[in-house]
């Protein structure tokens, strides 16, 4: 199991569906997944 934390959410990913529907949303929030994980990486 995978959990992928963001500043509103929590996922846990037990499946590839699980992971790509967490995709899918963070890609409305950002439109590059260099902007992600910056945003990602300033949450420290």
């Known amino acids: 199991m995978l959990r992928i934390i963001t500043k509103n959410q ?3 990913i037990g499946k590839i569906s699980d992971l790509l529907e967490v995709l899918v949303d963070l890609g ?4 590059t997944v ?11």
């Open 10 to 12: 929590m996922f846990f």
């Open 34 to 44: 260099e902007a992600a994980i910056q945003d990602q990486l300033s949450m420290k």
């Open 28 to 31: 409305k929030q950002y439109t």
